[in-house]
């Protein structure tokens, strides 16, 4: 069983950044890892991904702001957030799959508020 360990959510007015980590427990090799959101009323979304190999894939909406990376010796991946917007308030939620197909393991989640 894979557990998410994530870290770094909180308050922050409009325009400052966070950093989010999350950790993947156990002797495993991670393919993809990255970060989806959920505001309230809306459905879950992709924010950011990264392979093993360091590829990526940004929801249009975060890219050139967030920056998505990894550190495969630690299984850990992370999500610097800068300028950020009201509408980037959420709860963040990370993801890992061991391939492609494979299930989905989804961290508890980390609220990211961010006031005008």
């Known amino acids: 069983q894979v557990q998410l360990v994530e870290s770094g959510g909180g308050l922050v007015q409009a325009g400052g950044s966070l950093r989010l980590s999350c950790a993947a427990s156990?002797?495993?090799?991670?393919?993809?890892m990255g970060w989806y959101r959920q505001a309230p009323g809306k459905s879950r979304e992709l924010v950011a991904v990264?392979?093993?190999?360091?590829?990526?894939n940004y929801a249009d909406s975060v890219k050139v702001r967030f920056i998505v990376s990894r550190d495969n010796a630690k299984n850990t991946v992370y999500l610097q957030m800068n300028n950020l917007k009201p509408e980037d308030t959420a709860v963040y939620y990370c993801?890992?799959?061991?391939?492609?197909?494979?299930?989905?393991?989804w961290g508890q989640g980390t609220q990211v508020t961010v006031s005008a």
């Open positions: 993801y890992a799959d061991l391939f492609v197909g494979g299930s989905p393991y």
């Open positions: 156990g002797t495993i090799t991670t393919n993809r």
């Open positions: 990264i392979t093993r190999g360091s590829n990526t």
